[in-house]
T-cell receptor, first 114, second 115 residues
Framework: DAGVTQSPTHLIKTRGQQVTLRCSPK?????VSWYQQALGQGPQFIFQ???????QRGNFPDRFSGHQFPNYSSELNVNALLLGDSALYLC?????????????FGSGTRLTVV | AQKITQTQPGMFVQEKEAVTLDCTYD???????LFWYKQPSSGEMIFLIY????DEQNATEGRYSLNFQKARKSANLVISASQLGDSAMYFC????????????WGAGTKLIIKP
């Protein structure tokens, strides 16, 4: 049973460029969240997609945008890259855990902006 | 104010010993969930254990247990009989309330198991 898959695994971009990261959720999961994890820190919530709509957004600028497709896969787009966007980007798909949601994560995409 | 606080940046533990990783949280919601994840150097976040705020029993999953003290707002992870493969970063996270879907994370604890 494939878990959450993310591509690419590593990426190097130049400041000012645009990047697209991709995520396929675990089979049976219909919700995708994106997190940014800077080196040595805990992840920060970017946004969550459900039914092809952005359901909740964290404190990230509009340069960060996303999309969810009918097959539940998702893309994260970052425009006008800054050096500070260098981080591990994690995708998580959701499952129900009692009365709460649980989250299955992928291995992430390591983005380096130079 | 920090919502999730992990006060131990790093810990060294002898193999086969038990280890407790501390986590305190801050929320005014009555309904919330607490999670522990393990992150090896590969980067993947591996789910370990979950505790709901209304759960009366402390959660257990194999060698992992969660010492949930609601009044103190603490949710410490206990790993029994530690193994070399337990060496990793450990994160405590919280999801608050209903209609709120984000996880709020602590800064993590780096656990190193010594042979």
């Amino acid at each position: 049973d494939a878990g959450v898959t993310q591509s690419p695994t590593h990426l190097i971009k130049t400041r000012g460029q645009q990047v697209t990261l991709r995520c396929s959720p675990k089979s049976g999961h219909d919700t995708v969240s994106w997190y940014q994890q800077a080196l040595g820190q805990g992840p920060q919530f970017i946004f969550q997609y459900y039914e092809e709509e952005e359901r909740q957004r964290g404190n990230f600028p509009d340069r960060f945008s996303g999309h969810q497709f009918p097959n539940y896969s998702s893309e994260l787009n970052v425009n006008a890259l800054l050096l500070g966007d260098s981080a591990l980007y994690l995708c998580a798909s959701s499952f129900v855990l009692g009365s709460h949601y649980g989250y299955t994560f992928g291995s992430g995409t390591r983005l380096t902006v130079v | 104010a920090q919502k999730i606080t992990q006060t131990q940046p790093g810990m060294f533990v002898q193999e086969k010993e038990a280890v407790t990783l501390d986590c305190t949280y801050d929320t005014s919601d009555q309904s919330y969930g607490l999670f522990w994840y393990k992150q090896p150097s590969s980067g993947e976040m591996i789910f370990l254990i979950y505790q709901g705020s209304y759960d009366e029993q402390n959660a257990t999953e194999g060698r992992y247990s969660l010492n949930f003290q609601k009044a103190r707002k603490s949710a410490n992870l206990v790993i029994s009989a530690s193994q070399l493969g337990d060496s990793a970063m450990y994160f405590c996270a919280m999801r608050e309330g209903r209609g709120n879907y984000q996880l709020i994370w602590g800064a993590g604890t780096k656990l190193i198991i010594k042979p």
